[in-house]
């Protein structure tokens, strides 16, 4: 079965510290893809990576980067130097190529960043 | 603006009454899903259309629940007969996929249901 857990409820941190969000997922597809995403309170869901299944390179983009490892099925988002417009609801996601293109979300990580 | 629009933004209905939301995906994206999420959880599939065919369906999801996408254009999400455990926030996503893979999922701001 598809499963996409965030273990992490909530986390607060101190502006400028750095801070990783976990994500570990299940899936019995070999080919899939994972993401993340931003709901600050405005409560629009916003796109920050996509990864697929053969890829595990780790990305950095600007202050923020993902480490990808499928022997631990996870997908960990760091934020380096946080600031306070960090402070939102993030998602990890799993979508499967051959089972269907649904997007499996986790429960979701509310970040607070105090200034 | 280019990105998913969806109508209404708020809706407040009374218990048993039938409401429907829209949703207008963006334009070359063949793929349109709808969402439920209700406070402190990821949001719940419900279903996808790739063009104007209904592919999946959630279990889940109730017979007071249907959607259509006429045309592979827009889609509409009907809810009859609505409960007040239908109180939650509707999201609609659209991406474009061809065969197998997908491309990431943009998501509208929602339509916010409140059943009293």
């Known amino acids: 079965a598809q499963k996409v857990t965030q273990a992490q409820t909530e986390i607060s941190v101190v502006e400028k510290e750095d801070v990783t969000l976990d994500c570990v997922y299940e899936?019995?597809?070999?080919?899939?893809?994972l993401f993340w995403y931003k709901q600050p309170p405005s409560g629009e869901l916003v796109f920050l990576i996509r990864r697929n299944s053969f890829d595990e390179q780790n990305e950095i983009s600007g202050r923020y980067s993902w480490n990808f490892q499928k022997s631990t099925s996870s997908f960990n988002f760091t934020i380096t130097a946080s600031q306070v417009v960090d402070s939102a609801v993030y998602f990890c996601?799993?979508?499967?190529?051959?089972?269907?293109?649904?997007?499996?979300f986790g429960t979701g990580t509310s970040l607070t960043v105090i200034p | 603006d280019t990105g998913v629009s969806q109508d209404p933004r708020h809706k407040i209905t009374k218990r048993g009454q039938n409401v429907t939301f829209r949703c207008d995906p963006i334009s070359e994206h063949n793929r349109l899903y709808w969402y439920r999420q209700t406070l402190g959880q990821g949001p719940e599939f419900l279903t996808y259309f790739q063009n104007e065919a209904q592919l999946e369906k959630s279990r889940l999801l109730s017979d007071r629940f249907s959607a259509e996408r006429p045309k592979g254009s827009f889609s509409t999400l009907e809810i009859q007969r609505t409960e007040q455990g239908d109180s939650a926030m509707y999201l609609c996503?659209?991406?474009f996929g061809r065969g197998s893979g997908n491309t990431e999922a943009f998501f509208g701001q929602g339509t916010r249901l409140t059943v009293v």
């Open positions: 996601a799993l979508s499967e190529v051959f089972t269907g293109n649904q997007f499996y």
């Open positions: 899936t019995r597809d070999t080919t899939y893809y």
């Open positions: 996503a659209s991406s």
